[in-house]
């Protein structure tokens, strides 16, 4: 079975830009969550989608946005980039929503805002 | 609102030796809790996941133990190798509502081991 993927792997951009990255979670996974991992801050929740649906969202500004499409893949979206976004986004699927799955990540997007 | 704090931040040992990586958190309310490694640049790969009602789970050369009452874990690693060497994260998940999805981190411990 294929694992998680997301596209682009690396991405630059310059401040107030938007950018949209993407994530297919393993086949069969039906919650997909995004995550933002820092230095300075670590690994901090954004949102998590099951469904099509918004979960549970994390405490990020608005410009902060996702939505999941039928087939499990989801995008998040990040509008008027600001320097403080340049992180490694990290996307993780699981097969449902219960607490009791294992959440399996993706390899990341590296956001570089200049 | 629930923090995660793992012991040591960084830990450098021989090849071949145990060690333990502490991990503790604040509310004792979680569903479970899973232990990550990460390469530098990569994303995480999951090593043990372990239940609230379970007390541990062992995977090969690790071991991690659940202490819920007390509100700390500890990952267990036999006969350390080179290739040990990154970042572990533990994680929990808290119990109830609709906050399944959401892991809560650790500052992680960055582990060196040498040939």
Same mark, same amino acid.
């Given at each position: ?101 294992t959440q399996y990540f993706g390899p990341g997007t590296r956001l570089t805002v200049l | 609102k629930q923090e995660v704090t793992q012991i040591p931040a ?7 030796? %145990?060690?333990? =990586?502490?991990? *503790?958190?604040?509310? #004792?309310?979680? &569903? ?6 990460? !390469?530098?640049g990569k994303g995480l790969t999951s090593l043990l996941l372990i239940q609230s009602s379970q007390r541990e789970q062992t995977s090969g050369r690790l %071991?991690?133990? =659940?202490?819920? *009452?007390?509100?700390? #874990?500890?990952? &267990? ?6 290739? !040990? ?21 650790g500052q992680g411990t960055i582990l060196t081991v040498h040939p």
């Amino acid at each position: 079975k294929a694992g998680v993927t997301q596209t682009p792997r690396y991405l630059i951009k310059t401040r107030g830009q938007q950018v949209t990255l993407s994530c297919s979670p393993i086949s069969g996974h039906r919650s997909v969550s995004w995550y933002q991992q820092t230095p300075g801050q670590g690994l901090q929740f954004l949102f998590e989608y099951f469904s099509e649906t918004q979960r549970n969202k994390g405490n990020f500004p608005g410009r902060f946005s996702g939505r999941q499409f039928s087939n499990s893949r989801s995008e998040m979206n990040v509008s008027t980039l600001e320097l403080g976004d340049s992180a490694l986004y990290l996307c993780a699927s699981s097969f449902r929503t219960s607490g009791a799955d294992t959440q399996y990540f993706g390899p990341g997007t590296r956001l570089t805002v200049l | 609102k629930q923090e995660v704090t793992q012991i040591p931040a960084a830990l450098s040992v021989p090849e071949g030796e %145990n060690l333990v =990586l502490n991990c *503790s958190f604040t509310d #004792s309310a979680i &569903y479970n809790l899973q232990w990550f490694r990460q !390469d530098p640049g990569k994303g995480l790969t999951s090593l043990l996941l372990i239940q609230s009602s379970q007390r541990e789970q062992t995977s090969g050369r690790l %071991n991690a133990s =659940l202490d819920k *009452s007390s509100g700390r #874990s500890t990952l &267990y690693i036999a006969a350390s190798q080179p290739g !040990d060497s990154a970042t572990y994260l533990c994680a929990v998940r808290r119990g109830g509502g609709t906050s399944y999805g959401k892991l809560t981190f650790g500052q992680g411990t960055i582990l060196t081991v040498h040939p």
